[in-house]
């Protein structure tokens, strides 16, 4: 080493065996888990000096699994445990690779992830789904998206439908880059003056099976219902699943949609005055 150089080295450690910062540690360990998984986890209460962290995850994993479920498990040592979500992650407690779409049950129930805790316990992780975009970029879902599988049956090729995430910017997050296809001659296209349009399309749900006299008006190039209409509705009766409301005054979309709306509401308006005013016309008059 030249003189009057030295090397440095910079120690991070969130058990307190080599440096101790105050709790900083304990208190990023019990944020990350209440921002990724839902659960406060307190390592203090789950670990021991001197181990590494991976050994710190699994640990506190096992312990909130038996705090949240335990007592239930415990009534029923027989059910089966199956875990989804940012716990089959990279950053969760066992990382199970991704199932391509379409996939449905059978796919799942063959790429599951299993491990044995300490106490026992036989888990089950479901993979999360992914599919290519015609960009080559996967979409990718994991968590609630999955555990509706059990309801559904299949995942017939979706793409993802939520906001990006992460991103907190309004002008990302409700970018216009859903292409929707609307019924011709339909109420919506006619509104709209259009058949293709582009939307900031944002859900994380979708009308499967349509009620009685739901008019399906417009669809994502996945299938996926966008937009609807009600049969024999006296007045305006349309639904959408984009956010129409963002920036409606450049968004010719939107701005149409609640032109129409303004149009429906001041016509309901003025059909109430007139049968307020015929009504008063015809009302007996007591002369003194």
């Known amino acids: 080493m030249s003189a009057g150089r030295q090397r440095i080295a910079v120690l991070f450690d969130i058990d307190g065996t080599l440096i101790n910062s105050g709790g900083a540690g304990a208190r990023s360990w019990l944020l990350a888990f209440d921002e990724l998984y839902g659960v406060p986890a307190d390592i203090g209460e789950f670990t021991d000096t001197g181990m590494t962290d991976p050994e710190v995850g699994r640990k506190t994993f096992e312990a909130v699994l038996e705090r949240e479920v335990g007592a239930w498990l415990g009534a029923a040592p027989a059910l089966p445990v199956v875990v989804s979500g940012m716990i089959t992650s990279r950053q969760g407690w066992l990382e199970v690779p991704y199932c391509a779409c379409p996939a449905g049950s059978v796919e799942l129930a063959h790429a599951l992830g299993a491990l044995t805790t300490r106490g026992g316990r036989r888990l089950h992780f479901v993979p999360g789904v ?114 129409a409301e963002y920036d409606a005054g450049n968004d010719p979309v939107s701005r149409a949609l609640f032109r129409a709306f303004g149009e429906a509401a001041r016509g309901r308006r003025a059909r109430a005055g007139r049968v307020r005013r015929r009504r008063d016309t015809l009302a007996p008059r007591t002369v003194g």
């Open 130 to 243: 992914s599919l290519l975009g015609g960009d080559g970029v996967p979409d990718v879902i994991r968590g609630e998206e999955t555990q509706i599988i059990g309801e559904v049956g299949d995942l017939p090729g979706r793409h993802r439908h939520r906001m990006p995430k992460g991103c907190r910017v309004p002008e990302i997050v409700f970018e216009l880059r859903e292409h929707v296809r609307l019924r011709p001659g339909g109420a919506l296209a006619r509104i709209v003056g259009a058949e293709d349009i582009v939307t900031n399309s944002l859900h994380g749900q979708a009308i499967r099976d349509p009620g009685r006299r739901v008019v399906l008006e417009g669809w994502a190039a996945d299938g996926t219902i966008e937009a609807i209409s009600i049969e024999g509705a006296r007045s305006f009766a349309i639904g959408v699943q984009w956010h």
